[in-house]
T-cell receptor, first 113, second 110 residues
Framework: NAGVTQTPKFRVLKTGQSMTLLCAQDMNHEYMYWYRQDPGMGLRLIHYSVGEGTTAKGEVPDGYNVSRLKKQNFLLGLESAAPSQTSVYFC????????????FGDGTRLSIL | KQEVTQIPAALSVPEGENLVLNCSFTDSAIYNLQWFRQDPGKGLTSLLLIQSSQREQTSGRLNASLDKSSGRSTLYIAASQPGDSATYLCAALDNNDMRFGAGTRLTVKP
């Protein structure tokens, strides 16, 4: 009964390094989302996907790229990490966007030095 | 641009007290309003979802109301317990974009 699984849980990067965050869901959901959560702020949508092979920009997409090659996986990439990208990243999935709750993973805590 | 605000940022109450958490949003053209719970170091758990055509939703000791005309939603927690201690976030969905408030951190003291 895994739900939404995010890997890794913690990561420390140096400025300029690249990395990929993986999100996997086992609920056969069509929609998947990547958010970031910063202190004193609500979650902000980075990118989302409405189905396999599709991606779209959210509120704060700059500096990030995503891919949805398989329905169950949604990858978030940082090509050249910057200190401003230090945050907690959450992945979520849902059956469809309207009137269905989103299911969240436990987050990835990313620090960029 | 939709803005979602939650006041207060933190709330501390004694066990057994009934309490209300507030959420306001600036654009009434929303599809739904959701309330989430977030425990430290964890993701969000959906508590209640109110569709735009509804006025309230109830689950156990929780009751959420929605007033689109005034841009407000409230989450009522009856007979609070220490296990209710967490951060509660509301989120408004419009045009495929969910906007979150910063949350209210609730502490229920035994």
């Amino acid at each position: 009964n895994a739900g939404v699984t995010q890997t890794p849980k913690f990561r420390v990067l140096k400025t300029g390094q690249s990395m990929t965050l993986l999100c996997a869901q086992d609920m056969n959901h069509e929609y998947m989302y990547w958010y970031r959560q910063d202190p004193g702020m609500g979650l902000r949508l980075i990118h989302y996907s409405v189905g396999e092979g599709t991606t779209a920009k959210g509120e704060v997409p700059d500096g990030y790229n995503v891919s949805r090659l398989k329905k169950q996986n949604f990858l978030l990439g940082l090509e050249s990490a910057a200190p401003s990208q230090t945050s907690v990243y959450f992945c979520a999935s849902s059956i469809r966007v309207i009137n269905q709750p989103q299911h969240f993973g436990d987050g990835t805590r990313l620090s960029i030095l | 641009k939709q803005e979602v605000t939650q006041i207060p940022a933190a709330l501390s109450v004694p066990e057994g007290e009934n309490l209300v958490l507030n959420c306001s949003f600036t654009d009434s053209a929303i599809y739904n309003l959701q309330w989430f719970r977030q425990d430290p170091g964890k993701g969000l758990t959906s508590l209640l979802l109110i569709q735009s055509s509804q006025r309230e939703q109830t689950s156990g000791r929780l009751n959420a109301s929605l007033d689109k005309s005034s841009g407000r939603s409230t989450l009522y927690i009856a007979a609070s317990q220490p296990g209710d201690s967490a951060t509660y976030l509301c989120a408004a969905l419009d045009n495929n974009d969910m906007r979150f408030g910063a949350g209210t951190r609730l502490t229920v003291k035994p």
